[in-house]
């Protein structure tokens, strides 16, 4: 039954990219979604994942933002997540990390953006507070790309973790990472009216206190439909795993789908 599941997502987000293809060359009328100074948005998340002993994820996400002079903005993101997995001690309910940022962003003409965001990481995740993490800062740089048909995205963001302990667990066998970076691709093409699609691809490179380097990756391909201008439904599949790694586009521990709903205040 999982399986039928994920390969329908798959399906209708291929559906979707075709659509695109024939629809391109018309005129979207949607209207976008209105910003003012003051903005709120609650976004809420269920995930199935396709590992045997495994429960459904929940995930509430709170994110306010507040704009100045339509360049600036200040805003924070507070996450709640429930485990997938009941068996798994790393897998806590409650708090994820909170993040608190400030972003710059400039239009340089052409419908090019060059964006700047720095960002304080707060240990209110358990996994942080049991690794030691006693706080987090980060500075992104990002190029987006408007088009009339939707938009890309690059960026890259490198993020300094200062921790008390060097090791993440009690045995000393887990070694926390003071450095890591995210290199991050988005691209989003409006379908046609309030119909849209999303691609994210990310790779995040870590480095320990051991001076041991990895790289995880994570890829997203959404369908997104805007029932009006505060609110939309998504559907995504969802992939994340080492970069080297034997394992298959569909194995069933790193892959998942997720229903979201997002209200925008």
């Known amino acids: 039954m999982r399986n039928s599941v994920l390969w ?9 990219f075709l659509a695109f293809g024939a629809q391109n060359s018309l005129t979207t009328t949607y209207a976008k979604i209105t910003r003012s100074d ?13 590992a045997e002993n495994t429960d459904s994820a929940m ?5 306010p933002s507040y704009t100045l ?20 001690d790393d897998k806590t309910s409650g708090f994820e990390d909170t993040i608190v940022y400030w972003s710059d962003k400039n239009k ?20 942080s507070q049991r690794a030691g993490l006693q706080w987090g800062t980060s500075g992104e740089v990002n190029l987006k790309k408007e088009f009339l048909f939707g938009s890309i995205f690059i960026g890259t963001e490198l993020i300094r973790y200062f921790h008390q302990f060097y090791t993440a667990n009690d045995a000393g ?27 994210y691809a990310a790779f995040y490179t870590y480095r320990d206190y051991a001076e041991f380097f990895d790289t995880v990756f994570r890829f997203e391909s959404a369908m997104t439909y805007y029932v009006s201008k505060g609110f939309d439904v998504s ?24 229903f979201g709903l997002s209200l925008f205040i």
């Open 59 to 63: 995930d509430i996400e709170l994110r």
């Open 8 to 16: 329908a997502v798959l399906f209708l987000n291929f559906i979707g």
């Open 38 to 50: 003051l903005d709120l948005k609650l976004q809420y998340s269920h995930t199935s994942y396709f």
């Open 235 to 258: 559907l995504t599949f969802r992939r994340i795993d080492k970069i080297i790694t034997n394992n298959s586009l569909f194995d069933r521990y790193n892959t998942a789908v997720l």
């Open 108 to 127: 340089l003409g052409g419908g090019y953006i060059l964006g700047f965001m720095i960002r304080g990481i707060l240990p209110s995740s358990t996994t």
């Open 173 to 199: 066998t887990e070694y926390n990472a003071p450095w890591a970076m995210w290199n991050k691709l988005s691209v989003n093409l409006k379908i046609y009216g309030p119909l849209s699609w999303f691609y």
């Open 69 to 88: 002079n339509r360049q600036y903005s200040l805003g924070m993101d507070a996450e709640y997540i429930r485990p997938y997995n009941k068996y798994s």
